[in-house]
């Protein structure tokens, strides 16, 4: 039978697959003791929150030696799934709630991924440089361009200029209207019919 994501990323090889695979059962294992995904939500995984993840793949496809760094990653969503996409690229995902990066590390050391480090850190006390900065659910737009600008990179070599890509919801006219800043918006309902889509988005911003 086809999975979830074999429907929407057909050329998937089968180490690929079976990574994916796993993280199902990884994260209910490890939900059990540290609460990293709602325990409504765990059994609709593959939908809300691995399918989510992976809809920034369908956004961009970066080129080997890209570094993305993943803020207030949790367990590790959408870095993980990402890195299982993109094994040429780095990611690093860092979260300040050590208990929480514990599972991600786990999760990411389990599924085989070599590509992933963790760090337990405020974003805004992180240094470094990469080329994207990703999130799923995090603070808000402005708040976060504020305190992240320094981690990116002037020089672009991906399609899209380096700069945020997150994963938002709801309505963000007003959000995005205030920063005074280039956005470009794009509905993940495009890529997915699943009805979970209908209202999450890709919010783009460049450096």
């Given at each position: ?201 890709i919010v783009w911003l460049p450096?």
């Open positions: 039978m086809t999975t979830i994501t074999e429907k929407y990323f057909p050329a998937l090889t089968p180490l690929q697959n079976h990574r994916l695979s796993l993280l199902h059962g990884l994260y209910r294992e490890w939900n059990r003791s540290i609460n990293v995904i709602s325990r409504k939500d765990i059994d609709n995984f593959e939908i809300k929150h691995l399918l989510h993840s992976l809809a920034i793949a369908r956004f961009i496809s970066f080129v080997p030696g890209t570094t993305i760094l993943d803020v207030g990653t949790g367990g590790g969503l959408p870095g993980i799934p990402l890195a299982v996409i993109f094994p040429q690229t780095q990611f690093t995902l860092v979260d300040s709630i050590a208990k929480k990066i514990r599972v991600a590390e786990a999760i990411a050391s389990e599924a085989g991924l070599d590509n992933v480090r963790t760090v337990v850190s405020r974003v805004e006390n992180m240094r470094g440089s990469y080329d994207f900065i990703i999130g799923r659910a995090v603070t808000e737009t402005g708040k976060l361009m504020k305190l992240t600008r320094h981690l990116i990179s002037p020089r672009s070599f991906n399609i899209r200029k380096n700069g945020w890509i997150l994963l938002k919801g709801g309505d963000l006219q007003t959000e995005l209207g205030l920063l005074g800043h280039e956005a470009e918006v794009t509905a993940v309902s495009d890529w997915f019919d699943e009805p979970f889509f209908e209202t999450k988005k450096l």
